[in-house]
């Protein structure tokens, strides 16, 4: 099976990421880091940049079928945090578990859709896969629609790669400048945008009251504390 080598050159993303990967090698090893790095909640794991650099660096790998092994690699990951979501309810403590039902009745009528949305943009989805899962929300439906965000995702990320090569003439150093700016824009998306918080005030005000907030508190009113916890349980 093709490892994550181009020549002699060996690219390390994530040193444990790429570990996994090459043990397993190919396109098996996308699937596979894809599915645990959507595996642990509120804890976010770059899978998508061992699809970037696989793209990027392999010679003959098809970006096409990377976004696909990667983005069903993705939501079969997050059946595990459905999981949690469903059997969370004894172990949550209540102030966090109302909190997620406040979500999850928010999200009752459009939980397909909002899968799709959050899989297919750079934000946490455990903040909706959670609440999904607390309410019992279909697993197939859940299912279909985060593959179809995290295909999208994930192909788009692995033509970023071929592009960025292509463009830099596979030249490392330009390679890797242009893939930081790219990852720190979505790091910082992941980091310090609070959706949880966003989602809650939905929930409790409307898409009115969250419109107010931001206008009497800007963009404070969508980014994390300081102090804030990242799963604030």
């Not at 459905?82 to 999200?107: C, N, P």
């Not at 592009?163 to 893939?179: C, F, I, K, N, Q």
């Amino acid at each position: 099976m093709r490892k994550f080598k181009r020549g002699r050159e060996t690219f390390r993303p994530v040193p444990w990421l790429y570990d996994v990967a090459r043990a397993v090698g190919g396109y098996g090893g996308i699937f596979v880091v894809s599915a645990l790095g959507n595996m642990i909640p509120f804890i976010p794991i770059p899978y998508l940049a061992a699809v970037y650099f696989y793209s990027m660096r392999i010679v003959g790998a098809s970006p096409l079928l990377v976004g696909v092994v990667s983005g069903l690699g993705g939501a079969v990951g997050k059946l595990a945090i459905y999981a949690v979501g469903r059997g969370s309810r004894v172990f949550l403590k209540r102030e966090t578990r109302d909190r997620y039902e406040r979500i999850g009745k928010l999200l009752k009528s459009y939980g397909a859709l909002a899968a799709f949305l959050f899989a297919v943009t750079p934000s946490p989805d455990d903040v909706i896969v959670i609440p999904l899962g607390l309410m019992k929300y279909d697993v197939l439906k859940l299912f279909l629609s985060l593959a179809a965000g995290k295909i999208v995702l994930s192909t788009a990320t692995a033509y970023a790669g071929r592009t960025v090569a292509t463009l830099a003439r596979h030249e490392l150093l330009l390679e890797l400048a242009v893939s930081l700016v790219l990852f720190g824009i979505v790091i910082a998306l992941l980091v310090f945008f609070d959706w949880e918080r966003v989602l809650e005030t939905i929930a409790e005000r409307g898409f009115k009251g969250l419109v107010a907030e931001l206008k009497e508190k800007g963009f404070a009113a969508a980014v994390k504390s300081r102090s804030a916890q990242p799963s604030r349980q």
